[in-house]
């Protein structure tokens, strides 16, 4: 077994990725260098961005939020979640989130990094700040490709939300 070395990265560092679920990723450590143990990235996003419900099979969720707030949907009940605060969504668990708002950042950790494979799927890198961009089709397709990090199960219940 070989030894991995300390990695540090300042502000703005990482792998960015435009994510077509709405998001700007800032991939900070990838399941490649903790070993599989955990992938965790910032997310930038804009108001109403939402996630379909879905859950992840093999993989334990933690959400901080660094600036904004969100709602956050898991076992029936919603929750707003603002600077400072935090949600864990345990694997196996449906949940989903709506921004509400202008914008929010947050660091998503998954653990282990099992699920990093569906954002490379539903991902391209980055060649400006955008993160309004949504290709739902192309999100299902890499869950389909990677059904071991995620499973969509419908349409976000938020989509009645006026959140703007």
Known sequence: ?????PIIRANGEGDKQLFFGGGLHTWKLTSEDTGGAFFLFEDTMAQGKTTPLHLHPEADET?????GELIHQAAGKQTRVG???MTFTP???PHAFVVVSEEARV???QTPGIGQAFYRGAS???LDDTHETVDIPRLQASAKENPRGIKILGPSPFEALNVG
Do not use: D, I, N
Not at 63 to 67: D, R
């Open 63 to 67: 959400v901080y939020v660094l600036e």
């Open 1 to 5: 077994m070989s030894a991995r070395a």
């Open 124 to 126: 391209e890198p980055a």
């Open 91 to 93: 694997r196996g668990v």
């Open 83 to 85: 600077a400072g605060g």
């Open 107 to 109: 660091l998503s950790w």
